[in-house]
């Protein structure tokens, strides 16, 4: 999701210091263009496609609708993201009832499930076509700058996965389902500099079933023009070497690939991608200083996967994965400006050219999978996984311009490896896994789903994460969902395997775990679709960070409802909506989540003249974000309105020619993500005017 996460990334800054010391269904026959339709062939085929693109496998692993599906799930679809003006995934993710997104100081997305805001590695597990995208290194994963035009659909668990989808699938599960339909590109432009091209093309056989689709994308932006208010060094009295306020180095660049292949029963799924980013607010929250070399964090990782499918029996049918993936993570930044001490208050051991520090990590997943399903028994079906993973650490080093033993400055970098590496060279781990699961048709009406997954890590212990829940369909407009899930958080090969510890801390000695219950209701009647659900979650050995710091292990609380609702107007009109309300209790603290807001909102509306031509507008609401009880802040951060209007107009002079454009931020709002207390006073500031883009798009 992220260059080297600011948790990972500092570690071998510690060593230095101890050595001194809701969208759910598509809007109408699809956003895309259409030939006009008559008023009833335009109702049947509304019909039509909300059976079919709301079916998903996220949650069972077995193609179901969504609103079926036992635990609670939502579906977000390229076509309605893009008519919305959506650029990125992670965009896309703040229409989700209950899901925060914020930046963190070096640019790094911090996904908030539910107010789940630890600022450690994110809480999820992420997979791009169904496949693992977070790393074993720290957990992150790179997935937030996918633009939508390259995407087919979002799918979203919002609680615990673990039990059919295993490590990382703690608070949620993404699976962010690529296009391979084409022949398609396009090429968009932002007011801020954005400059993004891409493009989907498509072979096809039929009547032999045989696909082959390429899937490219790329965009580069300089960032907002943005002036920070002051940072880490003013706050412990070294305001006057700091560069703050001063302008933001926000400038970020993404490349994406996939290639897909499919053969009958045999598939072959290629992935790559590479993010650069520059320094944002400052690893340690001390603006970098204009020195003219050019901070880069950067994140790549690419993988392959070879699928084959059995079907033995009309009963029985089986699929064999064979995964290798590679993640590398890089950084080489400013930590302190010139002039600065280090440590901060030894004022004797001045840094005149400022601290640097150069960061690397690679890992290497190789993965095999077997799934079996069986459905023999009447009103059952029987779903088996089997699989072993080994991850291994395959390089590591960190270069700092300064002495470990001394930490007096140096005029080069040093390069630290072996025994004063910042993790141990030689971390691996492998992870055997066996999951089991029934779905039961107890009657017409009811269903119900049990599942159970038992994982071995070679290095962190053993967990089982138990499901149970079902699904009760009162009649053809009411329907309840019910659940109570487990799932846990392994540690990942930085924590388990670092070199030192600071004193005065511990690191984390347990895997997080976590249980929830969930309890749903759905009404749909004619054109309106109404959701609510309450959930509840107990968490234990919760392990959280702040400012980059490791603070404790201890329990914690959330819970909160979410309410949905979708309104059809006719074939001209349409409405979606959600609301959730967050409560959260951080019993480590003492108090609620750092940085989690109570209140989310979305509001968009669509509005379709001619076929030609669909007008939307779109209203986010974040509400006021909590601060900590030691934070001399008293008042919480604001919160903010986000106003979005966008026009699509189809079939533009040629048939298969889309164009769009729009504004965003059209009340010019400052919009700011929390920073910890004692560092930007002023919390960070990431947008404070509107937008404008346009966006050209050719199908054929």
């Known amino acids: 999701m992220r260059p080297l996460s600011a948790h990972s990334r500092l570690i071998p800054l510690a060593i230095v210091i101890l050595h001194g010391g809701v969208l759910v269904s598509p809007v109408w026959a699809g956003t895309e263009r259409q030939e006009p339709l008559s008023e009833q062939e335009r109702a049947e085929k509304v019909e039509l496609l909300a059976e079919l693109q709301d079916l998903t496998e996220l949650a069972t692993k077995t193609k179901m609708n ?11 679809y390229r076509g309605d993201l893009l008519a919305l003006g959506l650029r990125t995934v992670v965009e896309a993710l703040q229409l989700v009832p209950g899901i925060q997104v914020e930046r963190e100081p070096t640019g ?37 700058q996918i633009p939508i035009e390259q995407i087919d659909r979002i799918e979203i668990i919002r609680g615990p996965g673990s039990s059919v989808h295993g490590e990382f699938a703690f608070a949620g599960v993404i699976n962010i389902i690529t296009r391979d339909d084409g022949d398609r590109v396009h090429v968009r432009l932002d007011g801020d500099g954005t400059r993004q091209v891409g493009g989907v093309f498509k072979l096809s056989d039929p009547e032999r079933d045989r696909h082959l689709s390429l899937n490219l994308s790329g965009w580069k932006s300089r960032g907002d023009d943005i002036t920070t208010g002051t940072d880490v060094l003013h706050e412990i009295g070294l305001g006057e070497i700091s560069r703050a306020p001063g302008s933001l180095d926000a400038g970020e660049r993404y490349g994406f690939a996939v290639l897909k292949l499919h053969l009958g029963d045999f598939s072959l799924l290629a992935h790559a991608q590479q993010a650069n980013n520059g320094a944002f607010f400052g690893a340690l929250n001390a603006l970098p200083s204009d020195t003219g070399r050019t901070d880069t964090l950067e994140n790549s990782n690419w993988s392959i996967q070879a699928s084959q499918r059995f079907v033995p029996g009309d009963a029985l049918t089986a699929e064999l994965r064979l995964l290798w993936k590679v993640n590398q993570q890089t950084s080489d930044e400013e930590i302190l400006p010139p002039g600065a001490p280090f440590p901060l208050f030894w004022e004797d051991n001045v840094y005149p050219n400022g601290l ?227 409560d959260t209790l951080d019993k480590i603290r003492g108090g609620p989540f750092t940085g989690a807001a109570r209140w989310l909102g979305n509001l968009a509306v669509f509005y379709r003249p001619r076929s030609d031509l669909l007008l939307t507008g779109r209203w986010q609401y974040v509400g006021k974000r909590e601060r900590n009880a030691n934070d001399p802040r008293d008042e919480p951060l604001d919160g903010y309105d986000n106003i979005a209007l966008t026009l699509n107009w189809f079939d533009v002079g040629a048939k298969g020619l889309t164009f769009r454009a729009g504004v965003t931020n059209l009340l010019g709002e400052d919009i700011r993500s929390p920073a910890p207390a004692l560092t930007y006073r002023e919390d960070y500031l990431l947008d404070d005017e509107r937008t404008w883009w346009a966006q050209l798009s050719y199908e054929w």
């Open 356 to 582: 640097r520090q150069e960061l690397y990590g690679s890992t290497r997943r190789a993965q095999a999978d077997l799934e079996v399903e069986w459905s023999g028994w009447e009103k059952h079906l029987w779903r088996i996984e089997v699989s072993a993973s080994d991850i291994v650490l395959t390089d590591a080093w960190w270069a700092v311009n300064g002495d470990l033993d001394t930490l007096q400055p140096l005029p080069n970098m040093v390069r630290y490896t072996g025994d004063r590496n910042y993790i141990d060279e030689d971390a691996a781990r492998t992870i055997q896994s066996l999951s089991v699961q029934d779905q039961w048709s107890v009657t017409e009406r009811l269903d119900v789903t049990a599942g159970l997954r038992y994982d071995r890590y070679s290095d962190v212990g053993d967990n089982l994460a138990p499901r149970l829940s079902a699904v009760w369909r009162l009649s053809d407009e009411h329907l309840l969902k019910a659940q109570i899930a487990e799932a846990f958080n392994p540690l990942t090969l930085v924590e388990v395997n670092q070199t030192v510890e600071l004193p005065g801390r511990r690191l984390p000695t347990d895997p997080e775990t976590i249980r929830t219950s969930e309890l749903g209701y759905v009404r749909t009647r004619g054109d309106t679709v109404a959701r609510a659900t309450l959930f509840h979650s107990d968490i234990s050995n919760l392990y959280l960070t702040e400012n980059g710091n490791y603070v404790g292990q201890g329990d914690a609380r959330l819970q909160g409802i979410e309410l949905e609702w979708e309104q059809r107007f006719g074939s001209t009109w349409k409405l979606l909506s959600n609301v959730s309300y967050n």
């Open 66 to 76: 969504a609103d079926y599906v036992p635990g609670i799930i939502s579906v977000l």
């Open 108 to 144: 790094d997305y911090a996904i908030y499930p539910r107010g789940f805001s630890d600022h450690k590695a994110i809480k999820m597990r992420v997979l791009i076509d169904s496949v693992v995208t977070n790393s074993a290194f720290d957990g992150d994963a790179l997935f937030a």
